[in-house]
């Protein structure tokens, strides 16, 4: 293949992955393409022009009708230009919307656009003046923030239909005691209930080891474990608990018979290429040196 030949594939190559960038920055799970900042920023429109206000004092989502307003499109002869809203998996279904479920705690919501209309929309839709996507709609913790800054109520029953502190979520199954870890690494909504989150998870974890902290975890697990991810045994320990111990007491890899093997492939050799750091915890670098400085390392 002639270099101008392959100059042409990469250019091609290049421009096929960045038009799958831009396409995929603008997908929504919607199966629409719409930007806040373009229509509020750049077209001066108002939340008033989209978002209707209904009899219970509720703005409305913006419909097709909505759009016709500003927009000239034809909804029984849809076209090209379709694709500047919707996404293409969305012209393959005929155009179709997909509804997007509400979570657990938006669908126990009660709340009133009417009781706040005198705040600024961006107040509590912090992202429409930035966002080139649909609206998340603001979390739990911006509406605490706001509503302790202003005097609103702060109890479950204002804000909430079933929703109480007294009572667990559907989420809080049998299983959930084994579950919550994971979990509470997704989402910070745990704050909610257990406002001192480090004390609440503290008084049960200093006295109950975790699951995982089995029989031989002490010689074969937490040493791999740590390695993956050290910031979650400082939950429960400080760095001086793992020096207090390997200190006097060695790894159980240094007592394998063929850890100070000189062949790449086998004991310390190996151990250090493949985590090196893990090694720093007890040793310095330059300590390698002490022995390898007149040391030719067997090749295969």
């Known amino acids: 293949m002639c270099k101008q030949k392959k100059t042409l594939l990469w250019i091609g190559l290049a421009a096929l992955v960045f038009g799958a960038l831009i396409l995929g920055a603008c997908r929504s799970s919607v199966g629409l393409k719409f930007s806040h900042r373009f229509h509020i920023v750049e077209q001066e429109a108002s939340c008033d022009d989209c978002h209707k206000t209904d009899a219970d004092g509720n703005r409305t989502a913006a419909t097709m009708d909505t759009c016709q307003e500003c927009h000239e499109f034809d909804v029984d002869k849809p076209g090209p230009d379709c ?23 938006f669908t126990d919501l009660i709340f009133s656009h ?16 930035k966002d ?4 998340a709609g603001p979390d739990m913790n911006l509406c ?7 005097d609103g109520p702060t109890d479950c029953e204002s804000c909430h239909n079933k929703i109480r502190e007294e009572i667990k979520p559907e989420s809080h199954s049998q299983d959930w005691e084994s579950r919550h870890g994971f979990a509470s690494k ?10 001192n989150r480090q004390a609440f998870c503290e008084k049960c974890h200093k006295t109950e080891k975790p699951k995982d902290h ?8 937490h040493g791999v474990e740590a390695t993956h991810d050290r910031r979650l045994c400082t ?3 400080t760095a001086g608990y793992c020096t207090d111990c390997h200190k006097h007491q060695e790894p159980v890899s240094h007592k394998r018979g063929d850890w100070m093997s000189y062949q790449r492939e086998n004991g310390h050799a190996e151990a250090a290429h493949r985590n090196f ?20 390392l067997r090749k295969k």
């Open 83 to 105: 694709l500047l809203c919707h996404t293409p998996d969305s012209a393959a279904k005929d155009y179709e919307i997909e509804k997007v479920e509400k979570s657990e705690g």
């Open 114 to 129: 009417e009781v706040h209309a005198d705040f600024d929309c961006s107040k509590c839709h912090q992202a429409i003046n």
């Open 132 to 135: 080139k996507d649909l609206d």
């Open 144 to 150: 605490l923030k706001c509503h302790k800054s202003e």
């Open 186 to 195: 997704l989402s910070t909504s745990c704050t909610y209930c257990h406002p």
């Open 214 to 221: 089995k029989f031989g975890w002490k010689t074969t697990g």
């Open 235 to 237: 939950t429960c320990h």
């Open 277 to 296: 750091r893990s090694c720093n915890v007890c040793h310095e670098t330059g300590e390698c040196m002490k022995c390898h400085k007149g040391i030719v």
